[in-house]
C-alpha cells in the first residue's frame, strides 16, 4: 500500500509550514505530497496566516525537494482556465523535474468563490468534462502541431499547446461522489480515481463502479489506480491518540469510524480493509501540520506492517 501526505493549507499554514511538511515526508519516505486547493477555511479555526494557493505553493516546493511527488486533492475547476492551467502543471512539473500530478475537481465550496469574487457557474460537471479534454489535448499535441478546441464553455484556436510536461504523461487524478459521470470521466481521462473520506463499503461500491466504466471505454481496469484519502490520528498509546484528536477538534470514536485513528496496529489493521476493498493508495489528511512525529510515527510503525 502507497502512502502520501495529504495537507489542507486553508486551515492556516505559511509557505515555510508546508515546506517543513514536504521536506518532512520526503526524508521519510511517503510517496507523494499533496495539498488542497481551497482558499477559505472550513469550521473553526481563523486560518492564520491566511490562504497559500495551490500551484505557487508546488512550484516553491518543485525546487525544494527532490524525490517526493507532488499534486493536487484536487484543484478547483473553478480557479483557473484550462488552457492557463495547463501551462502551469506543465511548468512546475519542467521545474520538480518530471514529479508533478493533477488532480482537478468541478469545485463546489461557493462560500469561498463568494468571499474571493470568485464565479461560481453552473453546469460545473460539463465544464471539469471540456477541462479535462482540453488540458490533457493540449499536452497530448505533438511539438509543432496547433490544438483547437470548440465546446459549450471554452474555445481554443490554433493553440501552440505549449509548453510541454517532463513527463511523457503527467497523471491526472478524478474524483467524487457521483453514480454515473464521475466514473465516466475517470474511466475517460485519469490514471487514478480517488474517493474522499468515505467507508470501505463505499470504496468497494465506487470501485466497481469506475472499473466498470473503464471496461466500457475499452480500458483494462488495473489501468486505473484507486485511491482514498482519509484523515490520519494515530498515537502509540490511547493517550497520545486522545491529544492528536483534541488537537485537531475532533473525537476519537468518530475519527475511528470516519478514519484512520489509533495506535499504529489498528491503523495497519484498518487500512488492510481498505487494501482489501481495491484500494491501492491511501492519502492521509493530515491536520496539525506543526507535529512532524505524527509523520515519523506513521512511517516507522505503520508503514512496516502493510508489508
Not at 89 to 99: K, L, N, P, T
Not at 109 to 133: K, N, V
Not at 186 to 198: I, R, T
Amino acid at each position: 500500500m502507497d502512502l502520501r501526505i495529504f495537507t489542507e493549507p486553508q486551515q492556516g499554514a505559511s509557505y515555510e509550514t508546508l515546506l517543513a511538511v514536504a521536506q518532512a515526508a520526503e526524508e521519510l519516505g511517503y510517496s507523494g505530497f499533496f495539498r488542497s486547493d481551497h482558499y477559505l477555511r472550513m469550521g473553526e479555526g481563523d486560518g492564520l496566516p491566511g490562504p497559500t494557493d495551490a500551484w505557487i505553493t508546488l512550484a516553491g516546493l518543485a525546487r525544494e525537494t527532490e524525490r517526493i511527488r507532488l499534486g493536487t486533492l484536487m484543484t478547483a475547476g473553478t480557479f483557473r482556465l484550462p488552457g492557463v492551467l495547463a501551462i502551469q502543471v506543465a511548468q512546475v512539473d519542467a521545474m520538480s523535474g518530471g514529479r508533478v500530478e493533477l488532480g482537478l475537481g468541478a469545485g463546489w465550496f461557493e462560500a469561498e468563490h463568494r468571499a474571493y469574487g470568485i464565479p461560481f457557474p453552473e453546469r460545473r460537471i460539463s465544464r471539469l468534462a471540456e477541462q479535462l479534454a482540453i488540458i490533457t489535448g493540449m499536452w497530448e499535441t505533438a511539438v509543432g502541431e496547433t490544438f483547437s478546441f470548440e465546446g459549450d464553455h471554452y474555445q481554443l484556436t490554433d493553440c501552440p499547446a505549449l509548453p510541454k510536461p517532463v513527463q511523457a504523461r503527467v497523471p491526472v487524478l478524478v474524483g467524487g461522489s457521483g453514480v454515473n459521470r464521475t466514473p465516466a470521466l475517470a474511466a475517460q481521462y485519469a490514471d487514478e480515481f480517488n474517493m474522499a473520506f468515505v467507508s470501505v463499503a463505499s470504496t468497494v461500491e465506487r470501485i466497481a463502479r469506475v472499473r466498470a466504466a473503464a471496461e466500457k471505454r475499452g480500458r483494462a481496469a488495473e489501468e486505473l489506480t484507486c485511491s482514498n484519502a482519509l484523515v490520519a490520528c494515530v498515537g502509540r498509546d490511547d493517550a497520545e491518540v486522545a491529544r492528536r484528536a483534541a488537537a485537531i477538534g475532533r473525537e476519537v470514536e468518530e475519527l475511528k469510524a470516519n478514519g484512520l485513528a489509533g495506535t499504529p496496529a489498528e491503523v495497519a489493521e484498518r487500512i488492510a480493509q481498505y487494501r482489501e476493498a481495491g484500494s491501492q493508495r491511501i492519502y492521509l489528511q493530515i491536520l496539525d501540520l506543526h507535529d512532524l512525529d505524527h509523520l515519523d510515527l506513521i512511517a516507522s510503525e505503520v508503514k512496516p506492517q502493510l508489508g
